[in-house]
């Protein structure tokens, strides 16, 4: 059975992988949530704070104590001849702090669902660093094609270039122009393929992989969607984003901690029994057991207790301004990217319009140059023209996909939904 198991597991990882099968946003997202270290000390943090919890927990929980000692008695001669065991065992079990212990119990709890939310926030910057890197190894990868198409186009004219040449219709200076242009794309096409090792290098780091493994991903980067409006989007980041969340607990966690610590300049009242043996003939007996209600209060500790508290009243003033200008902060950017990806997605069409114009200049400047009406410098310009055009069409996907994500990451949208969304 464990061999059949095994088989399976290598048939479903390998086989993908020599089917060259494209990995999908939403496959790269789960596997760099999978593999990150980030997420790994996250999720360790919010045990620890966990941990706490039931760390402040036992303080209104009864405490059992033992203790026992021997004691050695008398003058210099004989002291070693008197000796004295005594045992002792204490159970105090608090009853009443007047909310210290709850307080700090709520207090820690806070602090807990703080460290989830940071947790969320970690998530969030993994999706929003994988979901740049995974636009924009595809626009990279997009340039790369681009120029290496217009490389073979410029091969193809100067095959005609030649055969005029050879007829005696052209100059040589014309293949030379079609040669030097030609020289030029393919040190585009060194740094454009440069920039595609880069992204892919920083996507494999983010997956887990080896950073120079091949990989594959889904080309998306087509896919144009919008409909949001802002002040639903704004409200979606008051509610939802994990900063103003985590704050919102310390908040909450600071004001439970001030109560624990408050409480603490009020008696403490306690229950308490002790059992007790000893082998000392001085006490009336050796076996005892007492029991009753005591109560503890401090009458004066050097005035600490008054000044952590005010300190505390302080950071609580300090992470309320905190919040106010984080939520003020959150808006001002939302609004500036919301623009933004209005503003990106209404040059996609106009790039998609300058394509179709620069192809059809090409194509008449071909035929002209067939004719012998143009030389090969128009040619090489509207070719030019038609790389800048795919150019600015690509760049102008990237800055829609990149707005798009900058703005699900400031409202807090990709810590909820894997993904960027596609409605």
Partial sequence: ???????????????????????????????????????????????????????????????????????????????????????????????????????????????????????????QEILYALNLTFFRLLEAKRFEKIIDESIQALDAQKGITKDFYEQGLVHKNEILTVDVQIAQLEQDLIQAQHNTQIAQAELNRLLGYELYQPIDIEDILEYVSWDKQLDQVLEFAKANHPELLSLQAKINASKYSYKGERGM???????????????????????????????????????????????MKKELCELEYRYQAQEKDIEVKIHTIFLNVKSALHKIPVALKSIELAEENLNITKD????????????????????????????????????????????????????????
């Fill in 1 to 123: 059975m464990r061999k059949i198991i095994y088989a399976l597991f290598l048939f479903s990882n390998i086989v993908p992988f020599f089917l060259g099968a494209a990995l999908s946003l939403d496959e790269c997202q789960s596997l760099a949530l999978e593999n990150s270290e980030k997420m790994s000390i996250a999720d360790l943090h919010a045990l620890i704070e966990k941990d706490r919890i039931r760390e402040v927990f036992g303080l209104g929980l009864p405490q059992l104590d033992a203790e026992a000692d021997l004691v050695a008695a008398g003058d210099a001669k004989s002291f070693h001849k008197h000796k004295k065991a005594n045992a002792k065992v204490s159970l105090i079990v608090p009853i009443c702090n007047f909310g210290g212990a709850s307080n700090l119990v709520t207090a820690q709890e806070m602090m807990y669902e703080s460290a989830l939310l940071d947790r969320d926030r970690i998530k």
């Fill in 265 to 311: 300049l009020f008696p403490s009242i306690y229950a308490f029994a002790n059992y007790s043996t000893t082998s000392d003939y001085t006490f009336p007996y050796t076996h005892g057991i007492d029991a009753g209600i005591g109560m503890q209060l401090s009458l004066y500790d050097g005035g600490s207790t008054w000044a952590k508290l005010k300190r």
């Fill in 368 to 423: 002209h140059f067939e004719e012998g009406l143009v030389t090969n410098t128009e040619v090489i310009n509207d070719g030019a023209s038609l790389l800048r055009a795919h150019s600015n069409y690509y760049k102008a996907l990237y800055e829609f996909h990149k707005a798009k994500i900058d703005l699900a990451y400031f409202t807090g949208f990709l810590m909820n939904n894997i993904g960027c969304e596609r409605s």
